[in-house]
Each structure stands twice: as structure tokens, then as C-alpha cells.
């Protein structure tokens, strides 16, 4: 068998690996608790999964939709971002995709060209390098730590770009920092996009998960001038505890939603058309429960914090959005747990999953060894019970 160079060269998401691990696990009987991959504890609210069923009934809902999605859906999707972004988008410019990773990924494909690169600030989400890889374009990694609250600047961004630079990656609240950009920051960096005629792909699939001071705010709000270059990802999933329905979508200048509407059309068709409805429901609806759920990861987001502080060489910044904490765990490296060494955090994620059954994304796989992160989008009990887990193994 040949497999082809692309499948060689890429690695399994190890977010989705960690969480297909720990999910099999428990299956199994094992009493495992899973950090792993940002996946909201709650159920879809109710009058979401009633506008499915609604839809489920009706054969109109049996057939295809446009490969952007729905009319209704694309509308809807254009009128809130151009309330949130003061920009005028049209429906034309809206592609609904199967979730926010396959919408990252048709822009990925809408926009790279061989040997582009793509300005990725460190620590990532584990698909964007890989994205870019199969777009064959070349992912740059802008290293930030601790030390700028694991943000980037125009200074920093600078250094890095050539005359190959097509894209700059933007994601506040960030996966998997947690880090949330003040505005002046974030109109800096989209002033300088906009000077040098780089694209900014913004990821705001975290946009309604900010906490404390934090305040989400929209690039091309604050630089209009970058938004004929910007491309918006964005998707139901972590807002409305959706993340089985694979909604998501991207927001784009009118060619590049034309370009992946050319490509979803040869590729994947539309999105089930019962989850696009229920899509509608989440967006238009009540937000009550948007609220509520915000409310509980913000009280999981502080207890998570508090635990992880006190077991000694654990270190972490407080995260102000998502639903992830991302420690270091530098200060335990090296010690002997369990019978081990452990001198990465990759092997340090493994001896915790075999002994204290509790499932973590090592830190590796964000481009930030001697970090892990811990995804606190689940139960209370289940919470302090891991983290608890983590500070005994480590005593
Ligand atoms: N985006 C979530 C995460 O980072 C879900 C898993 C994935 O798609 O990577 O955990």
C-alpha cells in the first residue's frame, strides 16, 4: 500500500485522539476523567433541539440546500456579524461549513497558495498548522509565553513576515491559552495587516466566552480598512453546547466565500440540513441559556485555577476567555512519578492518563512543550475530582 505524501506527512488532531482515548476508556469502565477536548458538558438547549425536530418532520428538510447553506441560515449568520462588526456583510458572503474547523479549512484552501506562509501565534490550536500543510502552504509559528500574556504584537509579527507571508491565523479568546486581546492590541495588529496587504483569518468561535474585565472585540470593527482582507470563522459549537451538530461557518470578502462555495460544492454538499436549523434556532433564539452556561465555566474557570495553583510546580496565568486553563507544568519535569522519569509533558500526560486516569492534551501539541492543557467544559465533581486527581499523582 502507498498511502499519499499528505496523509504521511500530517498527524492525527491529538486533541480528538486524547478525547477518543478517554472516551473509549471510560466505555470501558475505566473511571476516567476527560480534560481533553473543548466539549461543553451541557446539553444543546431544548428549544435548539426542538426547531431540529421541527425540521427533522418536515420533508423539505430531507433534501439538499445550497452548498453555503440554507438562505435563512446565511442571512441570519450576515445580519449578526454585521451588527457585531459594524460591517455591512451580505449573505453572498456567508458559507456555512461543517463546523468552525472545516471552515477554517476551506479557507485555508480558498486562500493558499504553494509555499505561502501563515503567521500562527504560538501557542495554537492544534489544526491550523496542519490545515495550512494541506493547502501546501507553510505555517510560521510566532512564539509568544508568559511573559506578553501569550499574545503577539505588530513588533513581533514583523520580524517574522517575508515576502512569502499571505496570512496571519487571529484568535481571541484564544484555544488554547485562554488569552484575550484588549482592542488597542488587537487594532494594532489589524493596522499592520492592512499596511502590508496580509489576510487575517479571524477565529471568534470563542467570541461569547470572555470572563471577569475581559471583553471580546471585533478586528474588523475596530480596522474597517482590514476587512477586505479578513476572513471570519466562527460556528455554534462551543457557544450553544453544540458541538455533535457540526455547524460552523465563514464570513468573507465575496470572492473567498464564492471560492469555498466552489469547493464545498465539489467536496461535501451542504451541511445536514437539519443541523442548519437548528443552527437558526441557536442564533436567533433566546440567549438565556448562552448566559447561564458562561456563567457555570467561569465558576469551573476559577476553581480550576485555585486547584492547579496549589500543587507545587504547577504554574499558570488566570485565562480570561474560552474554556481551557493551560499551566506549565516545566517545574515537575524531571522527578520520578509513578516509578517513571518524566522529562516532557507528553510522557507526563501519558502517566497521568495510565495512573490517575485523567486525560490532558499535552502541551507538545499546541507548539508549547512543558505546558498541558485542560479543557474545564465539564461537571463540577468531575472537575475537582481530576484536578485532585492531578495534585495527589504529583505529591
Ligand atoms: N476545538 C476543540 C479543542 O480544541 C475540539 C477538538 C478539536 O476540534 O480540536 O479541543
Given at each position: 500500500m502507498s498511502l499519499s505524501r499528505r496523509t504521511l506527512e500530517m498527524e492525527e488532531s491529538p486533541t480528538m485522539a486524547v478525547t477518543a482515548k478517554a472516551k473509549a476508556l471510560k466505555a470501558a469502565g475505566e473511571p476516567v476523567i476527560g480534560f481533553?477536548?473543548?466539549?461543553?458538558?451541557?446539553?444543546?438547549p431544548a428549544h435548539i433541539v426542538e426547531a431540529a425536530r421541527t425540521a427533522a418532520l418536515?420533508?423539505?428538510?430531507?433534501r439538499y440546500t445550497p452548498a453555503a447553506g440554507t438562505p435563512a441560515l446565511r442571512e441570519a449568520i450576515a445580519t449578526i456579524t454585521s451588527g457585531y462588526t459594524a460591517h455591512d456583510y451580505a449573505p453572498e458572503q456567508v458559507v456555512v461549513a461543517n463546523g468552525g474547523k472545516h471552515a477554517l479549512y476551506d479557507i485555508f484552501l480558498a486562500l493558499i497558495d504553494p509555499g505561502d506562509e501563515v503567521l500562527i501565534p504560538a501557542p495554537y490550536w492544534v489544526s491550523y498548522p496542519e490545515q495550512v500543510k494541506l493547502a501546501d502552504g507553510v505555517p510560521v509559528a510566532v512564539p509568544t509565553d508568559k511573559s506578553t500574556g501569550f499574545r503577539t504584537s505588530p513588533e513581533q509579527l514583523e520580524r517574522l513576515?517575508?515576502?512569502?507571508?499571505?496570512?496571519l491565523v487571529f484568535v481571541?479568546?484564544?484555544?488554547?491559552?485562554?488569552a484575550v486581546y484588549p482592542p488597542e492590541e488587537i487594532a494594532a495588529i489589524g493596522r499592520w495587516a492592512a499596511d502590508h496587504g496580509i489576510w487575517v483569518i479571524t477565529?471568534?468561535?470563542?467570541?461569547?466566552?470572555v470572563y471577569g474585565e475581559a471583553r471580546f472585540a471585533s478586528l474588523v470593527e475596530l480596522v474597517p480598512e482590514a476587512a477586505e482582507r479578513t476572513v471570519i470563522a466562527h460556528g455554534v459549537a462551543k457557544t450553544y453546547a453544540m458541538t455533535g451538530w457540526r455547524v460552523g461557518w465563514a464570513v468573507a470578502p465575496l470572492a473567498v466565500a464564492k471560492a469555498m462555495n466552489k469547493l464545498q460544492s465539489q467536496m461535501t454538499s451542504n451541511v445536514c440540513n437539519i443541523a442548519q436549523a437548528a443552527a437558526l434556532a441557536a442564533i436567533t433564539g433566546p440567549q438565556d441559556e448562552v448566559e447561564r452556561m458562561r456563567t457555570a465555566f467561569d465558576r469551573r474557570r476559577r476553581l480550576a485555577v485555585e486547584q492547579l495553583r496549589a500543587i507545587d510546580g504547577v504554574e499558570l496565568e488566570e485565562p480570561e476567555g474560552a474554556f481551557y486553563v493551560f499551566p506549565s507544568f516545566e517545574g515537575v519535569l524531571g522527578r520520578t512519578i509513578a516509578g517513571r522519569q518524566v522529562t516532557s509533558t507528553l510522557e507526563l500526560a501519558d502517566v497521568l492518563l495510565t495512573e490517575a486516569k485523567v486525560a490532558v492534551v499535552p502541551g507538545e501539541a499546541f507548539g508549547a512543550p512543558g505546558y498541558a492543557r485542560l479543557s474545564y467544559a465539564l461537571g463540577d465533581d468531575d472537575l475537582v475530582e481530576g484536578v485532585g486527581r492531578i495534585a495527589e499523582l504529583l505529591r
Open positions: 481533553g477536548a473543548g466539549e461543553p458538558d451541557f446539553p444543546t418536515d420533508p423539505a428538510s430531507h513576515r517575508t515576502e512569502r507571508t499571505k496570512a481571541s479568546p484564544s484555544n488554547p491559552t485562554g477565529d471568534e468561535i470563542y467570541q461569547h466566552l
